[in-house]
């Protein structure tokens, strides 16, 4: 019986002169710009000024970048402490090793100082940002395609993952093929991407509620996921640290959003709040003049949501 399988990529580094392309990075940049896009749409749709997801992003990404390898080093201390290794290691972050996890917090981080120093609603941000994560995250797992890594358990379905005996963990030497948890998992985040789309459109999620279904969806199919691979990771108990993590994250979003089920529609005036007001009133010989009071219900409208 003929054997159909996903072929792996022979390489994921290619050399353009001395400058070494690698495939994984490529995917992250790609999917943070995809990311953007979907985002500044979203937000823009909402109110939102033009180009402030872009402004976010310079300083999200940086914090997600640092966020993801502090989770990878703290999670893996063995990788870079102890006899025979070297501490120095733990900042080679193009080695390889970005925990998602770290990426997300530190992420958030970097969002939520840049929206404070730029008078943006967070959550709404938040928001906007949700189903773009997903398709972000779905482009990012194809590095782990051209790299042959993080595969699951051996399979001979047709969908199995042809991988190179250099790359398979001990005691797999006689598997040729496994299953691939890339795959699985960028569809999976694809197909919630489309489904929070759906959702918000139906009941237009604010206060940080889409954001939350972001985090239910994808640790959902994260824990089943995380349960086929075989890549050598630090267990609690009969459980991979990563698949308590996301119970704990789907159970913390879940809380949230069943807890603000009733906040109301108005989730943020999504227009700056700077702390300075350049413009003032001047009378026509050019002497500053008393700006006229807002009405209560002015000030209210102005300030909603920041």
Partial sequence: MLHTFIPSPSE??????????????????????????????????????????????????????????????????????GDGRHVVDALKIWQGGLGIWGAIAGGALGAYIACRRYGASFAALADALAPGLLVAQAIGRLGNYFNQELFGKPTTKPWGLEIELDNRPPGFDQFATFHPTFLYELLWNL???????????????????????????????????????????????????????SIIVFLVALAFFVLTRNRGPADASLAETPDEVDDVPADESGEPTDAPADSDDSAKDRHLGS
């Avoid at 290619?14 to 690698?22: A, E, F, K, Y």
Wanted: hydrophobic share 55%; charged share 15%.
């Fill in 12 to 81: 994921g580094v290619w050399h353009l002169g001395p400058l070494p392309l690698r495939a994984y990075a490529l995917g992250i940049i790609i999917g943070a710009l995809v990311a953007i896009w979907i985002g500044e749409r979203r937000f823009q749709a909402r109110g939102g000024r033009p180009g402030l997801v872009g402004d976010v992003a310079i300083w999200a990404i940086p914090f997600g970048i640092v966020g993801a390898r502090i989770y990878h080093v703290v999670t893996d201390p063995e990788l870079y402490f």
């Fill in 191 to 245: 197909a919630a991407a489309a489904l929070i789309i759906l959702i918000d459109r139906r009941y237009k999620l604010t206060g940080g509620r889409a954001f939350a279904l972001y985090a239910m969806f994808y640790t959902a199919g994260r824990v089943w996921i995380e349960a086929l691979r075989i890549d050598t990771v630090n267990h609690i108990g009969p459980f991979r640290l990563n698949v308590w993590t």
